[in-house]
């Protein structure tokens, strides 16, 4: 059975110019992503302005903890993308449905999970972490009211996921902006008026969320299409939970070996006080920009080869794959720079105090000259999980990012305890990941061709 047309405005991801509908897929995440990083900046800005360091180091101090908490059930949302696109791709209705409604049980679920582990391990994740005891109470707060919005946060990444899969990237770029635009407002009223400090900053963000998860929930219900939220049809589905959860989880898994290199670096930043805490945590959020206009087209990558494989249209993958390397590249070396020559400025916007700017200028210079290779390892595994390979870059991620990392702060760093030791670390192992992640795509594109003459769409590693 064939896919209805929808009434939103979709992409032909098999079909049709690549270049061309490869942009017009991944600037609106690109620009919603900024839109989600925005949240997070305006909370720190705000509080490193109006409040102080000490309130600034306290949410800098959960970033690198969120995202590790986060990213193993935002990998289930990948999966759900994958195999949303894949039988979307195959033009297979009852499919697209299961996938849909149960990728939405295991997001309910995981949300539930995660509020909970949140509010009930905020202080002992922060212990673990050896957060400087002047900023401790502060940090549990904002990671428990945080976690009250978990929920929702997820809610907009799975549902995002899915109509995106069928080639709607614009209608969760305008829920980003509305959701920015309010977490801007609500930032100012909790601090300026009702002087809420950190635990103002962490309301704001949990009402912005639930409004972009509300507003995609609403789209995804009146969809017309076999990519359609009918709340009573949400359940899990052996076969769909199956695939989702096989593609998803060693995403989810490489995001938790990104997090935990990042939170032993951010262990060994610690060491250098609050001060240094301040200077990386606003260079965090400037790469967070960076890396969302790269992230765009590894969604691109992943998302048009899965759709590209379901139709039998092999020959497209490489292609695909070309156009977003190089689109990736040029994103992530041409702000990479612009950061670079503006890095004072910049970095004035979260902190008023030199020393703080200096601080965070030293992982500038360090990082951002080969911060594109972290892209470019992105679209490559994103490529490699669109043709139904997820443990692959599993394996090479967690080799490259996190025990590679491990072994040079064990070493290296232990030796010469400097910031800009420590900070080298990452475009090293980058470099390393990535010549490991194009031998491991030509192996993979080499199977796959092996095997595509099988019945079945997903090609079990």
Same mark, same amino acid.
């Given at each position: 059975?064939?896919?209805?047309?929808?009434?939103?405005?979709?992409? $032909?991801?098999?079909?049709?110019?690549?270049?061309?509908?490869?942009?017009?897929?991944?600037?609106?995440?690109?620009?919603?992503?900024?839109?989600?990083?925005?949240?997070?900046?305006?909370?720190?800005?705000?509080?490193?302005?109006?409040?102080?360091?000490?309130?600034?180091?306290?949410?800098?101090?959960?970033?690198?903890?969120?995202?590790?908490?986060?990213?193993?059930?935002?990998?289930?949302?990948? =999966?759900?993308?994958?195999?949303?696109?894949?039988?979307?791709?195959?033009?297979?209705?009852?499919?697209?449905?299961?996938?849909?409604?149960?990728?939405?049980?295991?997001?309910?679920?995981?949300?539930?999970?995660?509020?909970?582990?949140?509010?009930?391990?905020?202080?002992?994740?922060?212990?673990?972490? $050896?957060?400087?005891?002047?900023?401790?109470?502060?940090?549990?707060?904002?990671?428990?009211?945080?976690?009250?919005?978990?929920?929702?946060?997820?809610?907009?990444?799975?549902?995002?996921?899915?109509?995106?899969?069928?080639?709607?990237?614009?209608?969760?770029?305008?829920?980003?902006?509305?959701?920015?635009?309010?977490?801007?407002?609500?930032?100012?009223?909790?601090?300026?008026?009702?002087?809420? $400090?950190?635990?103002?900053?962490?309301?704001?963000?949990?009402?912005?969320?639930?409004?972009?998860?509300?507003?995609?929930?609403?789209?995804?219900?009146?969809?017309?299409?076999?990519?359609?939220?009918?709340?009573?049809?949400?359940?899990?589905?052996?076969?769909?939970?199956?695939?989702?959860?096989?593609?998803?989880?060693?995403?989810?898994?490489?995001?938790?070996?990104?997090?935990?290199?990042?939170?032993?670096?951010?262990?060994?930043?610690?060491?250098?006080?609050?001060?240094?805490?301040?200077?990386?945590?606003?260079?965090?959020?400037?790469?967070? +920009?960076?890396?969302?206009?790269?992230?765009? +087209?590894?969604?691109?990558? =992943?998302?048009?080869?899965?759709?590209?494989?379901?139709?039998?249209?092999?020959?497209?993958?490489?292609?695909?794959?070309?156009?977003?390397?190089?689109?990736?590249?040029?994103?992530?070396?041409?702000?990479?720079?612009?950061?670079?020559?503006?890095?004072?400025?910049?970095?004035?916007?979260?902190?008023?105090?030199?020393?703080?700017?200096?601080?965070?200028?030293?992982?500038?210079?360090?990082?951002?000259?080969?911060? +594109?290779?972290?892209?470019?390892?992105?679209?490559?595994?994103?490529?490699?999980?669109?043709?139904?390979?997820?443990?692959?870059?599993?394996?090479?991620?967690?080799?490259?990012?996190?025990?590679?990392?491990?072994?040079?702060?064990?070493?290296?760093?232990?030796?010469?305890?400097?910031?800009?030791?420590?900070?080298?670390?990452?475009?090293?192992?980058?470099?390393?990941?990535?010549?490991?992640?194009?031998?491991?795509?030509?192996?993979?594109?080499?199977?796959?061709?092996?095997?595509?003459?099988?019945?079945?769409?997903?090609?079990?590693?």
């Amino acid at each position: 059975m064939t896919l209805k047309k929808t009434n939103v405005a979709t992409i $032909d991801m098999c079909n049709g110019p690549i270049v061309q509908n490869v942009l017009v897929f991944a600037i609106p995440i690109i620009i919603g992503n900024f839109m989600q990083i925005l949240l997070s900046a305006v909370d720190m800005a705000v509080v490193g302005k109006f409040v102080g360091e000490d309130a600034l180091a306290a949410v800098g101090a959960n970033i690198s903890l969120i995202y590790l908490i986060f990213n193993l059930f935002v990998g289930l949302s990948i =999966g759900a993308n994958i195999v949303t696109a894949r039988y979307c791709g195959a033009q297979s209705e009852q499919d697209v449905e299961e996938t849909v409604h149960c990728s939405m049980a295991i997001c309910l679920l995981s949300g539930v999970f995660l509020a909970i582990l949140g509010i009930a391990a905020a202080r002992f994740f922060l212990e673990l972490l $050896d957060t400087p005891e002047n900023i401790m109470d502060a940090a549990v707060t904002y990671l428990r009211v945080c976690a009250l919005g978990f929920p929702f946060t997820l809610i907009f990444n799975f549902t995002r996921a899915i109509v995106n899969a069928e080639g709607d990237t614009k209608f969760p770029l305008y829920c980003l902006i509305l959701a920015g635009t309010a977490n801007v407002i609500l930032n100012l009223i909790f601090v300026l008026i009702f002087h809420l $400090d950190v635990f103002g900053v962490a309301l704001a963000t949990v009402f912005s969320n639930g409004l972009s998860a509300v507003l995609m929930t609403v789209r995804l219900c009146r969809g017309t299409t076999a990519v359609k939220l009918r709340i009573r049809r949400i359940r899990l589905v052996k076969s769909k939970a199956t695939d989702i959860i096989r593609i998803g989880l060693p995403a989810g898994l490489q995001g938790i070996a990104f997090s935990i290199s990042n939170v032993i670096v951010q262990d060994a930043v610690n060491s250098f006080g609050s001060i240094v805490i301040a200077g990386n945590t606003a260079v965090i959020n400037i790469e967070g +920009f960076l890396y969302q206009a790269m992230y765009g +087209f590894y969604q691109a990558s =992943g998302t048009f080869i899965s759709q590209n494989c379901g139709a039998r249209k092999y020959g497209r993958i490489k292609k695909v794959l070309r156009v977003c390397l190089l689109w990736a590249f040029a994103a992530g070396f041409g702000l990479s720079i612009i950061s670079i020559v503006f890095r004072e400025g910049i970095l004035g916007i979260y902190s008023g105090q030199e020393a703080v700017v200096a601080a965070g200028a030293i992982r500038i210079l360090a990082v951002f000259p080969l911060y +594109f290779l972290c892209g470019l390892n992105d679209v490559l595994s994103g490529a490699m999980r669109g043709m139904g390979y997820s443990t692959v870059p599993l394996v090479i991620s967690l080799m490259g990012a996190c025990v590679l990392r491990i072994v040079w702060i064990l070493t290296v760093f232990k030796a010469h305890h400097t910031l800009v030791i420590l900070y080298v670390s990452y475009p090293v192992t980058w470099g390393l990941t990535f010549m490991a992640h194009f031998i491991a795509f030509h192996i993979c594109y080499k199977n796959l061709h092996k095997k595509k003459v099988s019945k079945n769409l997903f090609f079990h590693e």
